[in-house]
């Protein structure tokens, strides 16, 4: 019998493992353009991987490691570039000086020029430059981050049109990186740093990387993302292979590599990073995590019509993106679900919320069927009084829109529960700020077929001020279908459905609509073939004249026919603008397993919650059971 002893069997692995390495980068795709240069040394060259697509990609630039005295653009794992092309991502993958040849900062302004090289290929590539990311690990991701979050460095009056390119990022993504140069942090925040002589060598960095010792402190401020992060910066997703509180390896090799690329250093980031508000995801060992990975981190933020579905319109020509900071997420109502919302002209939020608590969220008292509450403030110092419920707690209403038309709380509920596919819309009205509600008719809209209920309603200003018209527009629809429907009616006649006027389509301007007065006219007024549950919100953006719709859908591996949102797996999100109530509508985003794939079902922008300049709001959601709440989360748009 043939044995083969241990250290043949390692070997033979290791051969393995390095055969197979080998082939995945034999099948990497060729690059569209390679070793071009976008400097004069010869290693300051990049190649470029032109993702298919009709219309200008995003693109991620790749930044090898190895403390800037090794490495290569070749280091691109083959899947990496796949996912990412796959996606509609084009890819750049740039050599820099090494230390030896020039000292540092010469490395991070060798991937400065790269980037503004690429940007001004723009056309010739087909690129979208306003969609931009960085990724690397160890040294790549020094530089990664320092393009990230280093203020603009850009020359507007620059000869040199490369230099006149912007080198901000949409986004980063880094793999063991190093957060700060500052080698004297090193050694007093990495736990375990040796105090040998042999190790103490690393706490004098700069004299491998080139940099005198009267220069670096310098050069560590001017290049360390804890150095240079601001308010303004983009989000990023580091990974680390250990844990916080893991024991240091007692192979001195393996420790170095250990000590130089601790999660320490994402820790440090991420703490300065939730005080600025700014979204940032740290991965380790067994650590919860918002998306699956790197790509998936890349593809949601670059690609802003997201990645699991197809959108049903075009891309916003007005707003390029929009990105969430998970940092600024609080939650309230514990226990309670729906929460439309509506700005009163007392300058307070109202919301209505069904089956549960309320506010308080903390399940003493009765429990109620449906229930309104009055914020005050912004969050995340919201400040919430519940001002009435009525219901056993299950079954006897829903709430499915809410308007204040100024002094008066107008409401459209559900006579029973939102996931009974005929039941229909009812009423009710308050004129004492909500503490007490008058009932309407069982069924508001009786020249409606069964289960066609309202949706959502136009939100503007409070009290309804500075609204577009005399009108105020309210959106209907069928449970878990893909149209939705617009309907229009006097505000001194919300009630009353014979005063109603039917969207039935876009004039030949493709800007006015035209109406009816018969419901049978209708025509859908919004389409998605990935359908919605419950609810929608639309809000009018002053400041940018926009009309914001959002809503959830479905994906692939959803269950679209039960009425049990905790068995759909619905836990998508897209957001929509329109210059007007009824369009024509493109996209800002669409994306499934948004923040994560816990069912979600409900999503609005309070008005009162977007800044004067439109550029920033408030995302409220709630979903079942974990989401059984309200939450709010800051989103931030750029702008075209």
Same mark, same amino acid.
């Given at each position: 019998?043939?044995?083969?002893?241990?250290s043949?069997?390692?070997?033979c692995?290791?051969?393995?493992?390095?055969?197979?390495?080998?082939?995945?980068?034999?099948?990497?795709?060729?690059?569209?353009?390679?070793?071009v240069?976008y400097?004069?040394?010869?290693?300051?060259?990049?190649?470029?991987?032109?993702?298919?697509?009709a219309?200008?990609?995003?693109?991620?630039?790749?930044?090898?490691?190895?403390?800037?005295?090794a490495?290569?653009?070749?280091?691109?794992?083959?899947?990496t570039?796949?996912d990412?092309?796959?996606? @509609? /991502? =084009?890819? %750049?993958a740039?050599?820099?000086?090494?230390?030896?040849? #020039?000292? $540092?900062?010469?490395?991070?302004?060798?991937?400065?020029?790269?980037?503004?090289?690429?940007?001004?290929?723009?056309?010739g590539?087909?690129?979208?430059k306003?969609?931009a990311?960085?990724?690397?690990?160890?040294?790549?991701?020094?530089?990664?981050?320092y393009?990230?979050?280093?203020?603009?460095?850009?020359?507007p009056?620059?000869?040199?049109?490369?230099?006149?390119?912007?080198?901000?990022l949409?986004?980063?993504?880094?793999?063991?990186?190093?957060?700060?140069?500052?080698?004297?942090?090193?050694?007093?925040?990495?736990?375990g740093?040796?105090k040998?002589?042999?190790?103490?060598?690393?706490?004098?960095a700069?004299?491998?990387? @080139? /940099? =005198?010792? %009267?220069?670096?402190?310098?050069?560590?401020?001017?290049? #360390?993302? $804890?150095?240079?992060?601001?308010?303004d910066?983009?989000?990023?997703?580091?990974?680390?292979?250990m844990?916080?509180?893991?024991s240091m390896?007692?192979?001195?090799?393996?420790?170095?590599?250990?000590r130089?690329?601790?999660?320490?250093?994402?820790?440090?980031?991420?703490?300065?990073?939730?005080?600025?508000?700014?979204?940032?995801?740290?991965?380790?060992?067994?650590?919860?995590?918002?998306?699956?990975?790197?790509?998936?981190?890349?593809?949601?933020?670059?690609?802003?019509?997201?990645f699991?579905?197809?959108?049903p319109?075009p891309?916003?020509?007005?707003?390029?993106?929009?990105?969430?900071?998970?940092?600024?997420?609080?939650?309230?109502?514990?226990?309670?679900?729906?929460?439309?919302?509506?700005?009163?002209?007392?300058?307070?939020?109202?919301?209505?919320?069904?089956?549960?608590?309320?506010?308080?969220?903390d399940?003493?008292?009765?429990?109620?069927?449906?229930?309104?509450?009055?914020?005050?403030?912004?969050?995340?110092?919201?400040?919430?009084?519940d001002?009435?419920?009525?219901?056993p707690g299950?079954?006897?209403?829903?709430p499915?829109?809410?308007?204040a038309?100024?002094?008066?709380?107008h409401?459209?509920?559900?006579?029973?529960?939102?996931?009974?596919d005929?039941?229909?819309?009812a009423?009710?009205?308050?004129?004492?700020?909500?503490?007490?509600?008058?009932?309407?008719?069982?069924?508001?809209?009786?020249?409606?077929?069964?289960?066609?209920?309202?949706?959502?309603?136009?939100?503007?200003?409070?009290?309804?001020?500075?609204?577009l018209?005399?009108f105020?527009?309210?959106?209907?629809?069928?449970?878990?279908q893909s149209?939705?429907f617009l309907?229009?009616v006097?505000?001194?006649?919300?009630?009353?459905?014979?005063?109603?006027?039917?969207?039935?389509?876009l004039?030949?301007?493709?800007?006015?609509?035209?109406?009816?007065?018969?419901?049978?006219?209708?025509?859908?007024?919004?389409?998605?073939?990935?359908?919605y549950?419950?609810?929608?919100?639309?809000?009018?953006?002053?400041?940018?004249?926009?009309?914001?719709?959002?809503?959830?859908?479905?994906?692939?591996?959803?269950?679209?026919?039960?009425?049990?949102?905790?068995?759909?797996?619905?836990?998508?999100?897209?957001?929509?603008?329109?210059?007007?109530?009824?369009g024509?509508?493109?996209?800002?985003?669409?994306?499934?397993n948004?923040k994560d794939?816990?069912v979600k079902?409900?999503?609005?922008?309070?008005?009162?919650?977007?800044?004067?300049?439109?550029?920033?709001f408030?995302?409220?959601?709630?979903?079942?059971p974990?989401?059984?709440?309200?939450?709010?989360?800051?989103g931030?748009?750029?702008?075209?």
């Amino acid at each position: 019998m043939l044995r083969l002893n241990r250290s043949v069997i390692i070997v033979c692995l290791v051969v393995l493992q390095s055969s197979l390495a080998l082939g995945q980068q034999l099948n990497k795709p060729r690059p569209t353009r390679a070793n071009v240069p976008y400097g004069d040394h010869e290693r300051q060259v990049l190649d470029f991987w032109q993702a298919e697509s009709a219309e200008p990609t995003p693109f991620v630039l790749f930044i090898h490691g190895g403390g800037f005295a090794a490495g290569s653009k070749e280091s691109l794992k083959a899947s990496t570039l796949k996912d990412l092309l796959d996606a @509609g /991502i =084009s890819v %750049a993958a740039v050599n820099y000086r090494y230390y030896q040849q #020039s000292p $540092l900062p010469a490395a991070l302004q060798d991937c400065r020029r790269a980037l503004q090289f690429v940007r001004s290929k723009a056309d010739g590539w087909n690129l979208d430059k306003t969609h931009a990311g960085a990724t690397g690990g160890s040294a790549g991701a020094v530089a990664s981050m320092y393009l990230a979050f280093h203020d603009e460095m850009a020359d507007p009056t620059s000869s040199d049109p490369i230099a006149r390119e912007s080198t901000r990022l949409t986004c980063v993504a880094t793999t063991a990186g190093q957060t700060t140069l500052d080698t004297h942090w090193w050694a007093t925040n990495v736990p375990g740093w040796p105090k040998d002589e042999g190790i103490k060598q690393d706490t004098h960095a700069y004299r491998r990387w @080139g /940099i =005198s010792e %009267a220069d670096f402190t310098a050069v560590v401020n001017d290049s #360390s993302a $804890l150095s240079l992060i601001s308010k303004d910066d983009p989000p990023i997703w580091m990974s680390y292979w250990m844990r916080p509180g893991d024991s240091m390896p007692k192979d001195l090799k393996r420790a170095t590599s250990w000590r130089i690329h601790h999660v320490s250093f994402g820790v440090a980031l991420k703490e300065k990073m939730d005080s600025l508000g700014i979204e940032s995801h740290l991965v380790h060992p067994r650590a919860s995590r918002a998306y699956d990975g790197l790509i998936d981190f890349l593809i949601a933020k670059l690609k802003p019509t997201g990645f699991a579905v197809h959108a049903p319109y075009p891309p916003s020509p007005v707003i390029a993106s929009v990105d969430f900071r998970f940092a600024t997420e609080c939650e309230f109502g514990r226990g309670s679900d729906q929460w439309p919302m509506t700005w009163g002209a007392d300058g307070h939020l109202y919301a209505a919320w069904g089956d549960g608590w309320g506010w308080r969220g903390d399940k003493s008292g009765r429990k109620y069927s449906i229930g309104v509450t009055r914020i005050a403030a912004t969050p995340p110092e919201l400040q919430g009084t519940d001002v009435w419920g009525d219901g056993p707690g299950h079954g006897f209403a829903k709430p499915e829109a809410l308007v204040a038309l100024d002094d008066t709380l107008h409401m459209f509920w559900t006579r029973g529960d939102s996931i009974n596919d005929l039941d229909d819309t009812a009423t009710a009205e308050s004129r004492d700020g909500g503490h007490s509600w008058t009932y309407g008719n069982d069924k508001a809209f009786p020249q409606a077929p069964a289960g066609f209920r309202v949706r959502g309603i136009c939100q503007f200003g409070p009290g309804y001020q500075d609204s577009l018209d005399r009108f105020v527009y309210v959106y209907f629809g069928f449970n878990r279908q893909s149209d939705l429907f617009l309907g229009r009616v006097p505000s001194e006649h919300l009630f009353s459905s014979e005063q109603y006027e039917w969207f039935t389509g876009l004039a030949e301007d493709n800007v006015r609509a035209t109406w009816s007065k018969s419901i049978k006219d209708r025509q859908p007024v919004f389409h998605d073939p990935n359908g919605y549950i419950w609810h929608i919100g639309v809000s009018y953006n002053s400041g940018l004249k926009r009309f914001l719709l959002t809503k959830p859908h479905y994906c692939p591996g959803d269950d679209r026919k039960t009425p049990l949102v905790r068995d759909s797996g619905v836990a998508s999100f897209g957001l929509f603008d329109a210059p007007t109530p009824w369009g024509p509508w493109t996209t800002v985003h669409y994306q499934d397993n948004f923040k994560d794939g816990l069912v979600k079902f409900s999503y609005f922008i309070p008005t009162k919650l977007i800044s004067q300049d439109g550029r920033e709001f408030w995302l409220a959601w709630s979903g079942w059971p974990e989401y059984d709440s309200v939450r709010f989360v800051q989103g931030r748009l750029s702008l075209r």
